[in-house]
């Protein structure tokens, strides 16, 4: 079972100048380092209401606010799920993540989950943070993704992603027929009023910046190339909802199901049909932890997007 947490608590003057993270460990000793450290980073613990960094020194007489789910623990176990990996050495696997898988167990997903089937693939894992995943990608979102498989690779990737190095490159289909390519260069955060969603946020948010071109444009879709240069949590299926080409299949930001006017009829069915956010990583770069070369792999488009983009090119003649 899951706890809403609302508590908050203000700085004292014998903690003026003091770490984010620091403070917080203080004000709120039921909970641990760790986890308050991922609250402060999923935008869930506050100061006066904005986000900040766990390294960034607060003053005393603001104010923490802890707006946040306690998710009961899970317990990590191996499972025998087949991957599909891409490469592996002594440093990295690099996999290609269906559809229908989520990446790291929850309370909703205990078990099933691509670390699941990491663990029993390479047990060592178990040794490393979050069993080296270090980015993830949704659910429904299928394609490429790093495992880090040594402490110094971890911290490597990390750096690297941290610091914008990585390169991720996407596709998606949009609603809606787009003039041209461009950037979204829009602050996002954890949505106001609804804590599982992410939103674009003027104030509080955390830069966020996707670039996209065109690829294809049909009739009432555009097939669309994405690269990220951050990483935040669901931030292409939200900064294309923003500039109003949501994601085909995307329930969570393009609401219900929005088909063009005047669409064929089996054009119809197949949209109302398809079962996630037409969005797949397609190609990954970095520069290896051990050897300094940089290193690029990329992953065929899934049949069931490819079978979208031919659907939607029969209904475009």
Same mark, same amino acid.
């Given at each position: ?23 917080? !460990? ?26 900040? *960094? ?23 176990? #191996? ?135 065109? !690829?294809? *444009? ?35 930001? !393009? ?7 005047? !669409? ?21 770069? $970095? ?12 992953? #065929?488009?899934?049949? =069931?997007?490819?079978?979208? $983009? ?6 475009? =003649?």
């Amino acid at each position: 079972m899951s706890q809403q947490i609302d508590i908050q608590a203000v700085v004292p003057p014998n903690m003026d100048e003091q770490r984010f993270d620091q403070i917080a !460990a203080q004000l709120f000793p039921d909970y641990s380092r760790s986890r308050l450290q991922s609250w402060i980073k999923s935008g869930e613990l506050t100061v006066d209401g904005k986000t900040c *960094r766990a390294k960034d020194k607060l003053f005393s007489g603001v104010t923490l606010i802890l707006h946040a789910t306690l998710e009961e623990e899970i317990s990590l176990r #191996p499972q025998d799920i087949p991957l599909d990996i891409v490469y592996e050495d002594d440093d990295l696997i690099v996999l290609n993540k269906p559809t229908n898988m989520v990446v790291h167990p929850a309370a909703g997903n205990p078990d099933g989950t691509l670390l699941n089937a990491l663990l029993h693939h390479a047990p060592a894992l178990a040794q490393l943070p979050r069993c080296g995943i270090v980015h993830r990608l949704d659910k429904d979102t299928t394609g490429i993704m790093v495992v880090a498989k040594t402490l110094p690779a971890h911290a490597s990737l990390v750096d690297q992603l941290q610091s914008r190095s990585v390169s991720r490159d996407y596709e998606a289909v949009t609603v809606g027929v787009m003039t041209g390519g461009g950037t979204v260069d829009k602050p996002m955060g954890r949505h106001p009023k609804d804590r599982k969603k992410m939103a674009v946020l003027e104030f509080g948010g955390k830069r966020a910046i996707t670039h996209y071109r065109v !690829a294809h *444009r049909f009739k009432h879709h555009t097939h669309v190339y994405v690269s990220l240069e951050t990483g935040r949590t669901h931030q292409i299926r939200v900064h294309m909802a923003h500039i109003k080409y949501p994601l085909v299949g995307d329930a969570t930001y !393009a609401g219900r199901p929005r088909i063009p006017r005047q !669409a064929e009829q089996g054009l119809v069915d197949f949209l109302q049909q398809f079962p996630r956010q037409a969005l797949h990583a397609r190609r990954l770069k $970095l520069i290896h932890p051990r050897t300094g070369k940089e290193m690029s792999w990329s992953v #065929p488009t899934p049949d =069931d997007f490819l079978e979208l $983009l031919d659907m939607l090119q029969q209904f475009d =003649d």
